[in-house]
C-alpha cells in the first residue's frame, strides 16, 4: 500500500475533531486550533511517506501537532496572557445553566495547571489515549505520564472542591459534556 492511497487520507479526516479537541485545549481559541491543526495536516500530507499504514494514525498526528504547537510558541516568544482571566470573563457572558457555569469553572482550573499536566489530563482522560500512547506522545516515561495525570485529577478536585459525582452538575447540560469524549 502506498502513502498516496485513499487509506492514509481517510484515516487522517477521520482524526480530525480529536486533532481539533486536542489543538483547542492548547490554544484556548478556536481560530488558532483550527490553524493548528491545519498547519499539522500539511505537515502530515507531507511527511506521509514516514507514516507506517496500520500503525497508530491518532498518537502520529497529535504528535505533529504537538511539536507543531511548540515550535509555534517559542517563535512567538511572550504573548500577553489572561492567567487571571479577568479578560475573558469581561468579554464573556455569565450563563444561566448550573452545567456550563461548571464547565466554566473546570476550564479555568485546568488552564491553570501547569502546561505538562494540562496535557496529560487531556490526553488521558479527553482524548482516549492510553498511557503508554501519551507518554509516547510526550516522550516521557509511562510513570512520568501516570504521576502527571493524578497530580491534575487531584488539583482539579481540590480546586473545584469535587468530592463526587453528585458535586458536579448534574443537569441537562452538564451530564451532556461529561459523557462527551472530547473537551473542546
Request: charged share 30%; hydrophobic share 35%.
Amino acid at each position: 500500500m502506498t502513502p498516496e492511497t485513499p487509506s492514509f487520507k481517510r484515516e487522517m479526516l477521520a482524526t480530525l475533531p480529536s486533532l481539533r479537541a486536542f489543538a483547542v485545549s492548547l490554544t484556548g481559541r478556536h481560530d488558532k486550533a483550527d490553524d493548528l491543526v491545519q498547519d499539522t495536516v500539511m505537515r502530515a500530507w507531507a511527511k506521509q511517506e514516514s507514516f507506517e499504514m496500520g500503525t497508530n494514525i491518532k498518537a502520529w498526528l497529535f504528535t505533529i501537532l504537538r511539536n507543531e504547537f511548540y515550535s509555534q510558541m517559542r517563535k512567538r516568544g511572550r504573548e500577553v496572557q489572561d492567567s487571571d482571566g479577568l479578560l475573558t470573563e469581561r468579554m464573556a457572558v455569565n450563563p444561566s445553566q448550573y452545567g456550563i457555569l461548571d464547565l466554566g469553572d473546570f476550564k479555568r482550573e485546568l488552564d491553570k495547571l501547569p502546561d505538562d499536566q494540562r496535557e496529560a489530563i487531556i490526553l488521558i482522560g479527553a482524548s482516549g489515549f492510553s498511557y503508554e500512547e501519551a507518554a509516547e506522545i510526550c516522550k516521557c516515561a509511562v510513570g512520568t505520564m501516570k504521576s502527571r495525570v493524578s497530580r491534575a485529577r487531584s488539583r482539579l478536585q481540590e480546586a473545584l472542591q469535587v468530592e463526587g459525582e453528585t458535586d458536579y452538575g448534574p443537569d441537562g447540560v452538564s451530564a451532556q459534556v461529561t459523557a462527551m469524549p472530547h473537551i473542546g
